[in-house]
């Protein structure tokens, strides 16, 4: 890496925006540390057009820049758009390719391919805006998919839209608010029991991390507000059921052909074992985020981890 440039790409028009830029400052901290010769981009906020998607290319093309440092959560940087620009200018670029990133980012279409891998995810219906109704009956999603239900856009990341509904006027309330942030949206079973994530580095699953919020789930308070949830690393579980739910976000990261790194959401339910709930191709890189803790535990710190990841782009 040499009197090599990178700029790190955060911010952009996403709902996770905030949390972007606080992850991208923090890699750029480390990279001083670390003395790589890098440039914060923070691309603007939206809305996300053809555009944009121009505007944000002429953007990183004027840093004059060899590689990307991708730390853009949710649309158009873990969709598959930032990496597309950046493979049409044969830039390289850190984590999955954009293929990758818009299965992984497609809550539907990944458990599709999960299922398909006989990796266990949750039962669930798909709603599309448009063609649903209230009018029609909500009472069905608790008939097929029992007394409490999930809800959360097909799209997106930081528990943005997530709701949980165990009655109808709740469920209705769930699906506007989903509705918010896109088109589409997945009604699941509400699977109880211990919430973990496993973490991916240079393809090879980290120590689990058990998350344990003081509120009803992991919401996006749970995630962001201090004090609100205590994690656990390395998680106090059985060592064969440790290694199962290692081998399952591995193998979870593997089905939907992620690279170098990512991290995968499971629940840890006490009869069925782990179920995957999804993967994040582009997960939280603040010093207290989940994947940096995983590593942590090894002890890979984070300037350590940010220069790992930027080693494995292509170059």
Not at 218 to 233: L, P, R, S
Request: proline share 4%.
């Amino acid at each position: 890496m040499k009197n090599k440039r990178v700029g790190v790409l955060m911010g952009g028009p996403s709902s996770e925006r905030e949390i972007s830029i606080k992850s991208g400052k923090a890699v750029c901290r480390a990279l001083e540390a670390k003395k790589i010769d890098y440039v914060a981009v923070e691309l603007q906020a939206g809305p996300n057009t053809n555009g944009y998607k121009k505007s944000a290319a002429d953007l990183i093309a004027g840093m004059k820049i060899d590689a990307a440092f991708i730390v853009l959560h949710g649309e158009f940087g873990e969709d598959g758009t930032v990496q597309e620009i950046l493979e049409q200018m044969k830039m390289p670029y850190t984590g999955s390719s954009s293929s990758a990133s818009r299965v992984a980012m497609n809550k539907i279409t990944a458990k599709e391919i999960l299922k398909s891998k006989n990796i266990p995810v949750a039962r669930h219906e798909i709603l599309t805006k448009g063609i649903f109704t209230k009018d029609g009956g909500v009472k069905k999603y608790f008939k097929n998919l029992g007394p409490n239900l999930v809800i959360k856009p097909s799209n997106g990341g930081s528990s943005i839209g997530l709701n949980m509904a165990s009655d109808e006027l709740s469920l209705k309330s769930a699906i506007d608010d989903a509705f918010k942030y896109d088109y589409k949206l997945i009604i699941e079973e509400y699977i109880p029991g211990r919430e973990i994530t496993v973490g991916i580095l240079e393809d090879a699953a980290l120590p689990i991390v058990e998350i344990l919020p003081k509120r009803k789930f992991f919401d996006y308070t749970a995630k962001y507000e201090k004090g609100m949830t205590e994690y656990i690393v390395p998680a106090e579980i059985e060592k064969s059921v440790y290694k199962m739910c290692q081998d399952v976000g591995l193998g979870s990261h593997r089905a939907l052909s992620a690279r170098s790194f990512s991290r995968v959401d499971i629940i840890l339910n006490e009869k069925i074992g782990p179920v995957v709930l999804e993967i994040n191709t582009i997960p939280g890189f603040t010093q207290t985020s989940l994947l940096p803790k995983a590593a942590g535990a090894i002890g890979i710190g984070f300037e350590e981890l940010c220069l790992k990841i930027l080693k494995s782009a292509s170059w």
